[in-house]
DNA sequence: TCCGGTTGTAATCGAGTGATTACTACAGTT
DNA sequence: AACTGTAGTAATCACTCGATTACAACCGGA
């Protein structure tokens, strides 16, 4: 991505930058369209490698998954942590937002997550990937000390929000409904998501 | 799926029949993993027809998204149509989240909604994408009359509900927490909406 | 300095897939 | 019955993509 100059560098950091390259990539194509050699590409290693490092595609997007549901979960738990016990619900949504929201700056973690939520059929995708929904509604829960209709109604905007930002809406906000529902939904950061998403430019080469 | 026998129908009945397929092939594979021959052989047509019927995988995947869109758009129509004027908030959610849910039973059409939404950043589909998803918040605010805050509510609320779906929560309803997390969202439709996602089981061939 | 392990690539293979072509079978019309 | 347009398919092509193999380049020790 920005590294012209990185040879020879060792297999553990080599392998943190694929799986970004993997996270960017299957973000904006999901796992089907999603190719090895986007990724390398991405990356600036050889299709080759990348496969011989993690023994096929539908390992790596295992790992770039399990990722990205690690970060959530971190920074979910980072928050939470910082509770004193005597927030409101509105005060503790607006933190968990906000650290949901930042996430968003790695381009790719939360969209991978989306696709990988989309391939519930799956039989190695799918309890995956409820697995992973689950840590994250149980640390919600349990540690930011959630109620179970306050957890549905935070993730229910959560994921209005993913979605927006996956279809790009910010793209259409010459358009005054998609100005309206953006403000509603992104609430007191709809300036700072507007103008991530639209530094966010795609892929290189033209998608799909 | 169910003619054995239905040879030589008039092409419009055909494309319709076609589309139907497609909508439960692109629901549960997305564009990319969604392959014309499943298409064909789903809808019991030759692979060759379909694409030439449609003019290629794009268009059909356009016509499909189409489609389901329209699908939505009429469901929430109609019921803004039998509006007296005089329902509360909590009606209009509880009678458009029944229409919404509702359209659950065509299995494939929100799943194809929602793969469409995924494609934000392509350059046909993402302007495809952003249209119909802000034609049906237009239809929620100007024809079932809700507030921009109701109505992103209402989306939030519909969109975690379709992604607990398409994930195929209900396969998890031996956990505790994923029962907590559907009792919450689907409100009074939990019932319904777990068995109807039991009945739907994955196409004939092996996933992906 | 040679040596062995690690990082990495070029070349290529085989399967899958969208598209095209050339063809067949059927139904309505005169 | 012959004609004509439409519904539909088998066969096959061209290309993409994941995977494999064989090899090269680098580096740290003994």
Known sequence: MSDDEARRMSAEDRREQILAAASVVFGERGYAGGTTDAIAHEAGVSQAYVVRMFGGKENLFREAAERASRLVLEAFRTTAAGFTGDETIHDKRMALGFAYTNLMSDRGTL??????????????FGPLGRACFLD???????????????ASDFFAQGMLTTVLLAMRMPDAQDDPAAMDLMTCTFGEQVTDLIRLTQMQTPLGTSAR
């Open 111 to 124: 969209l991978t997550l989306l696709h990988l939520f989309s391939l519930g059929h799956d039989e190695t």
């Open 136 to 150: 994250v509604y149980r640390v919600t829960r349990d540690e930011a000390g959630m109620s179970a209709q306050e």
